[in-house]
């Protein structure tokens, strides 16, 4: 027998839940201001936000309550009494962790490019892992975003001609706020695809690896990872406290250029050397694995300014990537990644490989296809679904073709896996790392 919804106030949640989120989280779920209530991408404004939001509160409690061995997590202060409990949990880990630094880096790293379909040599990485060496004083996001001069409210007619002058055509601040706007949604992919990094350590190859070196680590890993996942519904004093002093941070991660040294010593003068390094930190191995699919997957929204003006992207950037945003990015991403995945054609889903190559080309598209596709993508409408996967499968279909292209460029070339530094081959499908 299907189990109905119970509806109180916006939030939905399935018959026999006890468990329910901190009023004040709903309030912001359920507001028309909020920040994907806005975005062209939600037609449906707050009601696709409670949908999504009501979904992922659910499936977290249910991985909660198995992480737990608990049949139900209780009211919100039981569950704030759990959460308490887990930061000894914490530093339990971390002494568990110590001895085996250096192979959990490894192993994160491995996981992170194998689930996202890169080769590794496509970056450089610098990981930190453990208190001792991560360092959050300065944290690479901002707490709220940049004041700044609204742009002219005419369209840009040296840029675009002639089109310029069609009464349809966006202002350059309406174009602008069209580039935050799908920097919002790319943020919310990228967080979404992630937060799956929490729990690769639940797969039985990944598990058994961790297992030789300390069989309690799984299980606890388990049990935090879940109770972290609830306290972003349950826990909005704490959250609020976070996004507003920067208090809590576990992890962190940053795109830069590469290091010209090379690993030998010498000045890396080979122009198939990697461009970009990932700066990646946790405290904890799930938290450092999300931070690298993090970095991983920030790398091809740079496509969305391809053909900006210099520094346009700071300036988007300015807007959207803030500790605040991020957390609602944390609520809502992974129903956009899996809202995503839905209308994805099963070849490019069972080839992990395709990823990056498919997120090249939906980060080219200009913002409001982009934002007009999503629309298609997050909408709970058959019809709506139904043409989205038909633009998805066009899409993912020409991923593929550039993921074929690039296995027969590595075999024609004999390149190895250990020295896989093809920038160059990137180059000639305008495939560029850099921003």
Same mark, same amino acid.
């Given at each position: 027998?299907?189990?109905?919804?119970?509806?109180?106030?916006?939030?939905?949640? =399935? +018959?026999?839940? =006890?468990?329910?989120?901190?009023?004040?989280?709903?309030?912001?779920?359920?507001? %028309?201001?909020?920040? *994907?209530?806005?975005?062209?991408?939600?037609? /449906?404004?707050?009601?696709?936000?409670?949908?999504?939001?009501?979904?992922?509160?659910?499936?977290?409690?249910?991985?909660? /309550?198995?992480?737990?061995?608990?049949?139900?997590?209780?009211?919100?202060?039981?569950?704030?009494?759990?959460?308490?409990?887990?930061?000894?949990?914490?530093?339990?880990?971390?002494? @568990?962790?110590?001895?085996?630094?250096?192979?959990?880096?490894?192993?994160?790293?491995?996981?992170?490019?194998?689930?996202?379909?890169?080769?590794?040599?496509?970056?450089?990485?610098?990981?930190?892992?453990?208190?001792?060496?991560?360092?959050?004083?300065?944290?690479?996001?901002?707490?709220?975003?940049?004041?700044?001069?609204?742009?002219?409210?005419?369209?840009?007619?040296?840029?675009?001609?002639?089109?310029?002058?069609? !009464?349809?055509?966006?202002?350059?601040?309406?174009?602008?706020?069209?580039?935050?706007?799908?920097?919002?949604?790319?943020?919310?992919?990228?967080?979404?695809?992630?937060?799956?990094?929490?729990? *690769?350590?639940?797969?039985?190859?990944?598990?058994?690896?961790?297992?030789?070196?300390? %069989?309690?680590?799984?299980? @606890?890993?388990?049990?935090?990872?879940?109770?972290?996942?609830?306290?972003?519904?349950?826990?909005?004093?704490?959250?609020?406290?976070?996004?507003?002093?920067?208090?809590?941070?576990?992890?962190?991660?940053?795109? +830069?250029?590469?290091?010209?040294?090379?690993?030998?010593?010498?000045?890396?003068?080979?122009?198939?050397?990697?461009?970009?390094?990932?700066?990646?930190?946790?405290?904890?191995?799930?938290?450092?694995?999300?931070?690298?699919?993090?970095?991983?997957?920030?790398?091809?929204?740079?496509?969305?300014?391809?053909?900006?003006?210099?520094?346009?992207?700071?300036?988007? *950037?300015?807007?959207?990537?803030?500790?605040?945003?991020?957390?609602?990015?944390? /609520?809502?991403?992974?129903?956009?990644?899996?809202?995503?995945?839905?209308?994805?054609?099963?070849?490019?889903?069972?080839?992990p490989k395709v990823n990056p190559w498919f997120k090249k080309l939906l980060?080219?598209?200009? !913002?409001?296809?982009?934002?007009?596709?999503?629309? @298609?993508?997050?909408?709970?409408?058959?019809?709506?679904? +139904?043409?989205?996967?038909?633009?998805?499968?066009?899409?993912?279909?020409?991923?593929?073709?550039?993921?074929?292209?690039?296995?027969?460029?590595?075999?024609?070339? +004999?390149?190895?896996?250990e020295d896989d530094d093809i920038q160059g081959f990137l180059d000639s499908l305008d495939f560029d790392l850099d921003d």
């Amino acid at each position: 027998m299907a189990k109905r919804n119970i509806k109180e106030a916006p939030i939905s949640y =399935p +018959e026999g839940f =006890p468990e329910r989120m901190d009023p004040n989280t709903e309030r912001k779920l359920g507001s %028309p201001e909020s920040l *994907y209530a806005k975005n062209p991408a939600f037609k /449906r404004g707050v009601a696709d936000v409670e949908r999504m939001a009501s979904k992922r509160f659910a499936d977290i409690v249910r991985k909660a /309550r198995q992480s737990t061995g608990r049949e139900t997590l209780g009211s919100t202060s039981e569950i704030r009494t759990l959460f308490m409990q887990m930061y000894s949990t914490v530093r339990e880990i971390m002494r @568990l962790e110590s001895p085996h630094k250096l192979f959990l880096k490894n192993l994160a790293l491995r996981v992170a490019a194998e689930k996202t379909g890169i080769d590794k040599d496509w970056f450089q990485y610098e990981l930190s892992l453990g208190q001792e060496e991560t360092d959050f004083s300065v944290p690479n996001f901002k707490l709220k975003p940049d004041k700044r001069k609204e742009r002219k409210n005419v369209p840009d007619f040296e840029k675009y001609g002639e089109q310029a002058f069609d !009464p349809d055509f966006p202002t350059e601040e309406e174009e602008f706020q069209q580039h935050v706007q799908m920097r919002n949604i790319a943020n919310a992919i990228t967080q979404g695809e992630a937060k799956k990094g929490h729990y *690769y350590f639940q797969e039985p190859s990944i598990k058994f690896e961790i297992d030789r070196k300390n %069989p309690t680590l799984s299980e @606890l890993y388990g049990k935090l990872m879940a109770m972290l996942d609830i306290s972003y519904f349950t826990m909005e004093d704490f959250i609020e406290m976070a996004t507003q002093t920067g208090q809590g941070v576990a992890g962190s991660v940053n795109l +830069e250029d590469a290091d010209e040294e090379g690993e030998d010593g010498g000045m890396g003068d080979d122009d198939d050397a990697p461009d970009t390094k990932i700066v990646a930190q946790g405290v904890i191995f799930p938290i450092l694995v999300h931070e690298i699919i993090k970095g991983i997957e920030e790398a091809p929204t740079r496509e969305q300014f391809r053909n900006t003006e210099p520094g346009y992207s700071k300036e988007v *950037y300015g807007q959207t990537d803030t500790f605040e945003n991020e957390i609602m990015q944390i /609520r809502i991403g992974p129903e956009v990644v899996e809202a995503l995945r839905n209308a994805l054609p099963n070849e490019a889903i069972e080839n992990p490989k395709v990823n990056p190559w498919f997120k090249k080309l939906l980060y080219s598209k200009k !913002p409001k296809e982009f934002l007009n596709l999503m629309s @298609l993508v997050i909408s709970d409408d058959s019809r709506d679904i +139904e043409k989205a996967k038909v633009e998805m499968k066009e899409i993912a279909r020409e991923a593929m073709v550039l993921q074929r292209e690039y296995e027969e460029y590595k075999k024609e070339n +004999e390149i190895k896996p250990e020295d896989d530094d093809i920038q160059g081959f990137l180059d000639s499908l305008d495939f560029d790392l850099d921003d």
